[in-house]
């Protein structure tokens, strides 16, 4: 059974860099990982992906602030996230699935607080 631990989060300032890390176990390195963030009073959104191929894709809103990678050998992936945002304040989660857009498989979620 596959499972996916965050951690990372915390609150920073507009400006700093922060990054997340997840622990997969249960899982190999044919799947697609990626992270996603829901935000207060919002829906889930997509923020970045990575396939088994280390094909990536970012959200318009994280494109050059934020990279995805992943440590196959140590079943981690990371999200460096730089030049934070108040607006990227949320709830990150790790995921995985067969796609970069198609993840099954969910965290629980790591808060980060970005204050302006």
């Known amino acids: 059974q596959v499972q996916l631990v965050e951690s990372g989060g915390g609150l920073v300032q507009a400006g700093d860099s922060l990054r997340l890390s997840c622990a997969a176990s249960?899982?190999?390195?044919?799947?697609?990982m990626g992270w996603y963030r829901q935000a207060p009073g919002k829906e889930r959104e997509f923020v970045a992906s990575?396939?088994?191929?280390?094909?990536?894709d970012y959200a318009h809103s994280v494109k050059g602030r934020f990279t995805i990678s992943r440590d196959i050998a140590k079943n981690m992936v990371y999200l460096q996230m730089n030049s934070l945002k108040s607006e990227d304040t949320g709830v990150y989660y790790c995921?995985?699935?067969?796609?970069?857009?198609?993840?099954?498989?969910w965290g629980k979620g790591t808060l980060v607080t970005v204050s302006s």
């Open positions: 990575m396939s088994w191929s280390s094909t990536t």
């Open positions: 995921a995985r699935g067969w796609s970069l857009h198609g993840m099954n498989d």
């Open positions: 249960g899982t190999s390195s044919s799947y697609a």
